[in-house]
């Protein structure tokens, strides 16, 4: 069965340093998408990505997140200088159109220190 | 503002009882609405969809009830098993410019009783 993949699984990382969190998803899907889980908190939306340009973005996507896709199957999420706030899961998602089942990663437990 | 919300954050069903997990949004516009099943240190697992068009729509040992007049959602479990134990998210798509956006609920933790 077709899933979507993330790795790494677990980053650790100092405040202020940059990250790349990568995602690759479902091979004929055409949307992507990108959420934070903060511990015991509910699932947050940060970004969707469609013809190889944001299509919405949350107000937590700020000018430290940025994404992109630099071949035709892997996504990334990037954040330039981390903060300690930072600390969650991210998951990657991805859905055939924007109006059908999304399917999620595993996540990337992100530390921030 | 925009919330999906659920009625309560825990609910504890004896082993092979139905479970109903609530779930209220406040976006009238929304057309797509998912169930997700998340266990621990996991991703949000798809059980089931339901578009605004319809407000039945049944799986296998699983229904969701949408409820358009009161914006309400419910997911039914029958025979609930051991492995339903997880945090239940409902998830609305708002639909307008079809980007996709999922809004989530805060999560029900449903825990099985042997």
């Known amino acids: 069965e077709p899933e979507v993949t993330q790795t790494p699984s677990h980053q650790v990382t100092q405040m202020g340093q940059e990250v790349i969190l990568r995602c690759v998803p479902i091979s004929n899907h055409l949307y992507f998408y990108w959420y934070r889980q903060i511990l015991g908190q509910k699932v947050e939306f940060l970004v969707s990505?469609?013809?190889?340009?944001?299509?919405?973005k949350s107000e937590i996507f700020d000018d430290q997140f940025s994404v992109e896709r630099p071949d035709g199957s892997n996504f990334t999420l990037k954040i330039r200088s981390t903060k300690l706030e930072d600390s969650a899961m991210y998951f990657c998602?991805?859905?055939?159109?924007?109006?059908?089942?999304?399917?999620f990663g595993q996540g990337t437990r992100l530390t921030v220190v | 503002g925009e919330s999906v919300g659920l009625h309560l954050p825990t609910l504890s069903v004896q082993e092979g009882d139905n479970s109903i997990i609530n779930c209220a949004y406040s976006n009238s516009a929304s057309d797509y609405f998912i169930w997700y099943k998340q266990e621990s240190g996991k991703g949000p697992q798809f059980i089931i969809d339901?578009?605004?068009?319809?407000d039945k729509r049944q799986g296998q040992r699983v229904t969701v009830l949408l409820n358009k007049t009161v914006k309400h959602l419910s997911l039914q479990i029958a025979a609930t098993q051991p492995g339903d134990s997880a945090v239940y998210f409902c998830a609305e798509n708002h639909g307008s410019g079809n980007t996709g956006k999922l809004i989530f609920g805060q999560g029900t933790t449903l825990q099985v009783k042997p």
């Open positions: 339901i578009r605004s068009n319809m």
């Open positions: 990505f469609y013809n190889n340009e944001i299509s919405e």
């Open positions: 998602a991805s859905s055939e159109l924007g109006d059908t089942e999304a399917f």
